[in-house]
């Protein structure tokens, strides 16, 4: 694929013993977001922590804006949100972003910018600690957001938000991949996969489809992408 952000290729991961990513390939183009979609426990998150260099492989090959995951050089280019934030709970969101920014030398105007980005003014000067789960969530997506990481992984950075906040991130991570920035966003809530442009769908550490929405919906001549996830999983066992 001209324009590769992430290349995986024959990725294979056990963890406690269990393989948990059996042989996944796939590319994600530049300024596009792609949705990696399946149920809890197939894998979504190991394969995000391969693709930021955190997770021990076991065979296979991860490379990441052209260098191999986890390289030094990738530190400032690659924006990761996870689904637990390490997020100092004695700070007010904006102390921990102030730090987060010094940390990755990013301008100490971005922490504005992203507690705007995020919608989390109004809580701008609350401690982290006493933030809700949604609120935290957010408040980890603004450290991704800090500086001007090339690619951002969010690991389900939409997970118990209402449906106003839900829409206005969506929104965020198009017009950020509009500006060239590429996303990797997991969820397991199939109605965000027809806001992505390019679907992969998990199973047992297996990816069952690599596909836009439409080509998935025409492929299994289904009318959303839970019905094709059936779909599929009955065309494989
Ligand atoms: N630290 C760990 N040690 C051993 N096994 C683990 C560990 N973390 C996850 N696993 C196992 O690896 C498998 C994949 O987990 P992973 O977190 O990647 O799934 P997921 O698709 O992100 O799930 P969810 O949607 O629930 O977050 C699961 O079977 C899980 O039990």
């Known amino acids: 694929m001209v324009n590769s952000v992430v290349g995986v290729r024959g990725l294979t991961v056990r963890r406690g013993g269990r393989p948990v990513l059996r042989g996944v390939d796939f590319e994600v183009e530049r300024g596009s977001v792609t949705g990696l979609l ?77 507690i705007t980005e995020v919608g989390l003014e109004d809580h701008a000067n609350a401690m982290v600690g006493q933030l809700s789960g949604g609120q935290k969530s957010r408040a980890s997506l603004a450290v991704a957001l800090l500086g001007s990481p090339e690619l951002l992984v969010l690991d389900e950075p939409t997970v118990g938000l209402d449906p106003v906040l839900r829409e206005e991130l969506w929104a965020l991570f198009h017009s950020l991949a509009a500006s060239g920035v590429t996303l990797l966003v997991s969820s397991h809530v199939m109605d965000e996969a027809a806001r992505c442009q390019r679907l992969l769908l998990m199973r047992e550490g297996l990816l069952l489809a690599d596909d836009t929405p439409d080509g998935l919906r025409r492929r299994t001549e289904t009318q959303d992408v839970e019905q094709a996830f059936l779909r599929l999983i009955k065309e494989n066992v």
């Open 38 to 114: 399946g149920p809890s426990g197939c894998g979504k998150s190991t394969l995000m922590r391969a693709i930021v260099g955190i997770q021990i492989v076991e065979s296979g090959a991860v490379e990441v804006l052209g260098l191999p995951a986890g390289h030094a050089g990738l530190r400032d280019r690659i924006g990761y949100a996870t689904q637990n934030p390490a997020l100092y709970g004695d700070l007010t969101v904006t102390e921990a972003l102030r730090y987060f920014a010094s940390v990755l030398h990013a301008p100490r105007s971005d922490v504005h910018r992203v």
